[in-house]
């Protein structure tokens, strides 16, 4: 831990600049993530050591210039754009039935959670944990920021140019253009909007 600090500078996202050891410091961390059938990252992303990414079985894809920060947990069938950033501690789990799609410059502030399922719970005999899990798709369009500790439920769809506010948690579908917060959250004013009030 203290040597990885060492190498990358303590920041919270990997950025090299024109430093080679911490160009191979992310250049291993991209191997530690496609050394696992099933995940394709391309060659400009910085993925952090730290971060663990395995696709469970599915397809994992991370494009151009996408930066992984330490701590981030990105699991099964996900499939991350180009210059889009997931910071520390924030866990984007994926499953069968329930793959996690994410556009080009989506930002992920850290301590976001996006898991694409839910335990069933319908009958009271059986223990929840051996109900079997009930998994829909998640999908984050582009240009989004999602900002920390947003919590984001299974099915939903968040609109493109959309911000969604710390803390949030996110249970439907959320409109292009929005700015949404609380919990549950709720759409309270569109971008578009107030760019026609500015002009
Ligand atoms: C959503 C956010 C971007 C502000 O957007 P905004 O459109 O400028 O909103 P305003 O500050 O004008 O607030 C509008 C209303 O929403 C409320 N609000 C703002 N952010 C909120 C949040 N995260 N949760 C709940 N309510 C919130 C405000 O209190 C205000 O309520 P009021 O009208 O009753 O006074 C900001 O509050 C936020 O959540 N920032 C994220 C910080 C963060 O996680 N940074 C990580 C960086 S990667």
Known sequence: MTL?????GGLSIPKCGRNPLRWLWFRWGRYLAVRHRGVRVHR???????????????????GARTRIAPGACI???????????????????AVRGGPITIGNDVHIAPHVMMIAANHK????????GKQGIE????????DVWVAGRVMITAGVRIGRGSVIGAGAVVTKDIPPWSVAVGVPARVIRTRKAQQSDNA
């Open 75 to 93: 699991q099964g069938p996900v499939t991350i754009g180009e210059d889009c950033t997931v910071q520390i501690y924030s866990v984007i789990v």
């Open 121 to 128: 719970f319908v009958d009271t005999d059986i223990p929840i």
């Open 135 to 142: 998994a829909a798709p998640i999908t984050i369009e582009d």
């Open 44 to 62: 400009t992303c910085r993925i952090h050591p730290e971060a663990r990414i395995n696709p469970r079985g599915g397809q994992l894809t991370i």
């Open 4 to 8: 990885s600090i060492i190498i990358d």
